[in-house]
């Protein structure tokens, strides 16, 4: 969560009862040894500096002692004073000059021991992994399985629309929009069970980038994360972060509809839920909220970056996923001021935001990076946010992503002019030295970015010490690495209270995260937080009740309580995790000596020549670049047509097949190397080769006779053999016969089809045909004759579940139509078995007489389609028992 979804947090505290069954705590969190640590690793090589809480106002004696408790190294404190941020006095320890790798060390220091630690690089490269792992964990629509998880953490599928869950296949839209999406998949946003577009933008864009920008990828390769797609040939982290952006693209409005082309801003349950909360058991009617220009240019963004990176590992995924971004983008442009409501928080979080000037530069950024085009080119460099401008406010966030541009502009090579690059890495060198300039008068340093700590500050920290870390890429200059690396350490313990922020790591670590699954604080069969989630960390504001009783009054970095109920302060969220694995990957590869800085671009690569020329294909070699510093790391391939210059290939050999060509096309292309401190050569000179004509296209064979099942009154199911075609089946057409006249009743990509809408006790006799890219159709097939059973008259459904409270308790109650005749009203009646009343009901007219509840439809709610649901809730008291009631009718009938 974040905290421009204070509001709804709140609202969701005040209708659950926090944390159901955890009643809050009044004592102040216990901030341990006055010896403050990293409590996991200390990198060999690097600073090491520790946090000593005295109020001595002259150096104090330390001593390091290692496993074995030989001390290995002593000194004197350096007496910083009162910190701000803690109010504590403190004095700093450094042992940087102590060096011996190993495990169990302790620091000593005014009669005080710390937390054991290591000094060790190998903890720092598991938290790459771990981090990573988070997201397998928040996935939607799929089981998480035991052999990857253990057995305390893996879960059915949430969300599949298997009861009591209503599902991610089918969502219609909270304000109406005349058609439902099949958004399934993608990651729980945070504590909650809500998918949000703006959120996950920036995490799957985080995790796309640190693949495209290190230095190790073999380290990020497939089989190192443990997740289902561990052996399918494609890295690891590109399938996970594939999980987010194939919910992206389904949240986009589909072509033929108003506002075809821009994105759903997320989809969450229609009421808030309790906690604990299982995703399988999650009873809530899910909704879309309206479109948002914020989110479709997150959705442009994204899917520009995929486009990118998946363009030879997944060829049509690309090419998908860029339409989706160019459609994305130009509706955005047409439609630049659909902000998101801040009241839209029933049930989820509202994530608006009133600007969208860096999502527009962003989305530009990515799009001109993957495609060269230069209206793109012309919206960045038209930008007032343009060469870095965004830093002059601050980092990035959800809310502001303009650094999110700037880090693709300034890594991954493109024709803006060389001084306008070196501008925009001088930005982050210039914001980095802020960053470090602030630390400096710290006694627990921490990027924070200001004296105020905002909801979600781990997260902002491990965003800015990504910043850091680009800075020290950028420049070379160990400082900035030391700046990233101390933000490590007050992620793992380094901080006034002796946290480690980081579940899984460290002596002190976080448990008890504010989450409806990891939920063990409230129920003990249930787990606690997995190694290597984040929480958000130390928050001035103290927006929930259990942070409100424990800590008033508490400085900035003390705002901190590991309680299950304490939501402002200690829930997850993919974006803060998204932050930690972006951080977590840098430091993992500048583990080592600092290697000098590699200021030559490779020698340019030989001309490329063209064979196996076909229609659509061909291939290029070329004689490969050199480099003695930092070596040749690949090649981009460049098709150059006017003054427009495009790569379509990023090959790591001197050699590129490329695919998806015109037949009987001329093409020009050049060749650039890129080296290992990420610098590109000039372009080869050119080679140009006109592809070959297309063969004869001969139309497809027909399809095979089709088979009818799931027959009722008004629908079936139809499956047929597939058709074959030398060029691709583009989709097949269902016809009708009757008598001598065809009608198409619908199409479809694929041999399978479900038919809707047809009359009861009817004779259909229906065939079907294929066509193929080139528009050429094939016979028909043979025909099947099937008649659909005549109708039945009604019957309803009712799914009753709550949660308790005290002498509260909120009530969930879902209507189903089961006949097949719509309802144009209904009245929902059951009787209460013991002393229960409703004390306040929405989605319906409530009245009760005695034991008795009688609903009514409101005027927007009544018209009810056969297998249709209609969700209504309550919140009611009770004493003695909440038992349910047993039976339920709706006008007269009895449910099942």
């Not at 190790?216 to 994360?225: I, M, N, P, S």
């Not at 007050?490 to 790591?505: C, E, F, T």
Request: charged share 15%; glycine share 12%.
């Amino acid at each position: 969560m974040s905290s421009r979804r204070t509001v709804a947090i709140v609202a969701a505290g005040a209708l659950l009862g926090l944390a159901v069954g955890v009643p809050p705590a009044t004592a102040a969190p216990d901030p341990g040894s006055p010896v403050k640590v990293n409590q996991v690793a200390y990198v060999p090589g690097l600073p090491k500096q520790a946090t000593v809480v005295s109020p001595a106002g002259a150096p104090i004696g330390w001593t390091l002692r290692n496993g074995a408790g030989a001390t290995v190294a002593s000194g004197q404190t350096a007496v910083k004073g009162a910190d701000a941020l803690s109010g504590d006095n403190v004095h700093v320890v450094d042992f940087s000059a102590y060096d011996t790798p190993g495990s169990g060390y302790v620091l000593s220091a005014g009669g005080s021991d710390s937390y054991p630690f290591d000094i060790s690089a190998a903890p720092v490269k598991q938290l790459r992994y771990d981090s990573l792992a988070f997201f397998y964990h928040q996935r939607s629509g799929i089981a998480i399985e035991s052999q990857y998880v253990g057995s305390r953490y893996a879960r059915p599928a949430g969300h599949v629309g298997v009861a009591p869950n209503q599902g991610d296949t089918s969502v219609p839209c909270r304000t109406s929009c005349g058609y439902s999406l099949d958004v399934r998949g993608g990651w729980y946003d945070a504590g909650d069970q809500g998918k949000y577009v703006v959120n996950g933008g920036i995490a799957a864009w985080q995790l796309l980038n640190l693949y495209e920008r290190s230095t190790d990828r073999a380290a990020l390769g497939d089989g190192t994360l443990a997740i289902p797609e561990r052996a399918n040939g494609v890295p690891d982290v590109l399938d996970e972060a594939r999980w987010e952006v194939e919910f992206l693209l389904r949240m986009q409005v589909p072509d033929g509809r108003t506002d075809a082309g821009m994105v759903h801003h997320k989809i969450h349950d229609e009421n808030w839920t309790g906690l604990p909360m299982r995703p399988e058991a999650d009873p809530q009617r899910r909704l879309l909220s309206p479109v948002s220009t914020a989110a479709t240019l997150n959705v442009a963004a994204v899917a520009a970056q995929a486009a990118r990176i998946w363009r030879t590992i997944d060829p049509a995924f690309s090419a998908r996923a860029l339409t989706a971004a160019q459609k994305a983008y130009a509706a955005a442009k047409a439609n630049p001021s659909r902000l998101a409501s801040g009241s839209d928080s029933t049930g989820g979080g509202a994530y608006d935001d009133a600007v969208v000037t860096d999502e527009f530069y962003w989305a530009a950024a990515e799009l001109y990076t993957t495609t060269g085009t230069a209206s793109y080119r012309a919206d960045v460099t038209g930008s007032a946010l343009y060469k870095g401008a965004g830093f002059n406010q601050r980092g990035y966030d959800w809310g502001w992503v303009a650094g999110l541009g700037d880090t693709t502009l300034a890594l991954v090579p493109n024709d803006l002019p060389a001084a306008d690059v070196a501008a925009t890495r001088a930005k982050f060198a210039s914001f980095a030295d802020g960053l470090l300039s602030q630390m400096a008068g710290q006694g627990y340093p921490a990027p924070n970015g200001g004296t105020t700590y905002n909801w979600g500050s781990d997260g902002q920290i491990a965003n800015n010490a990504a910043v850091l870390g680009l800075a020290h890429d950028f420049t070379g200059l160990a400082k900035y690495r030391t700046g990233a690396f101390q933000a490590l350490d007050y992620l793992l313990g380094r901080n006034p209270l002796n946290q480690s922020y980081i579940a899984g790591y460290g002596e002190k670590a976080v448990r008890n995260v504010h989450h409806r699954f990891w939920a063990n604080q409230s129920d003990a069969s249930l787990p606690t937080a997995p190694p290597g989630s984040l929480s958000g960390g130390p928050n001035s504001g103290l927006q929930d009740p259990v942070a409100q009783a424990q800590l008033a009054g508490c400085k900035a970095q003390k705002c901190f309580v590991d309680d299950i109920g304490a939501y402002s302060v200690n829930e997850v969220a993919v974006n803060w995790n998204s932050a930690l694995a972006s951080l977590a990957s840098w430091a993992a590869e500048h583990t080592g000596t600092v290697p000098p800085q590699d200021t030559t671009a490779p020698s340019v690569p030989g001309t490329p020549a063209a064979s196996d020329v076909a229609a659509t294909t061909l291939r290029l070699t070329w004689a490969a670049s050199t480099d003695a510093e930092s070596g040749v790391t690949g090649y981009e391939v460049r098709r150059v047509s006017g003054g427009t210059s495009t790569v379509v290939a990023t090959p790591t050999t001197a050699s590129a097949a490329l695919s998806g060509l015109t037949a009987a096309t001329a093409y020009t292309f050049t060749v650039a190397a890129r080296n290992g401190a990420g610098l590109t050569s000039a372009a080869s000179a050119p080679v140009t080769v006109t592809t070959a004509a297309p063969p004869a296209d001969n139309p497809p064979s027909a399809p095979g006779t089709p088979v009818a099942s799931a027959v009722t009154a008004t629908g079936l199911t139809l499956t047929w053999p597939a058709a074959t075609d030398d060029r691709g089946v583009a989709g097949y057409e269902v016809v009708r016969q009757q008598g001598d006249a065809l009608s198409i009743v619908a199409s479809s990509t694929g041999p399978s089809i479900t038919l809707t809408g047809l009359t009861p006790a009817t004779d259909y006799v229906l065939m079907v045909r294929a066509k193929d890219t080139a528009g050429q159709f094939s016979g028909f097939s043979a025909a099947a004759t099937v008649r659909t059973p005549p109708a039945t008259s009604g019957g309803c459904r009712v799914a009753y579940s709550t949660n308790s409270w005290g002498t509260g308790f909120s009530g969930s109650v879902t209507v189903t139509n089961g006949g097949t005749t719509a309802w144009t009203s209904w009245t929902l009646v059951f009787t209460f078995p013991g002393d229960q009343r409703v004390t306040q009901g929405w989605s319906g007219r409530w009245s009760q007489t005695g034991s008795t509840v009688t609903v009514t439809n409101e005027t927007w709610n009544g018209a009810v389609p056969a297998g249709g649901t209609v969700s209504l809730g309550f919140n009611g008291s009770y004493t003695g028992t909440n038992a349910n009631p047993a039976v339920f009718t709706v006008n007269g009938t009895t449910c099942t």
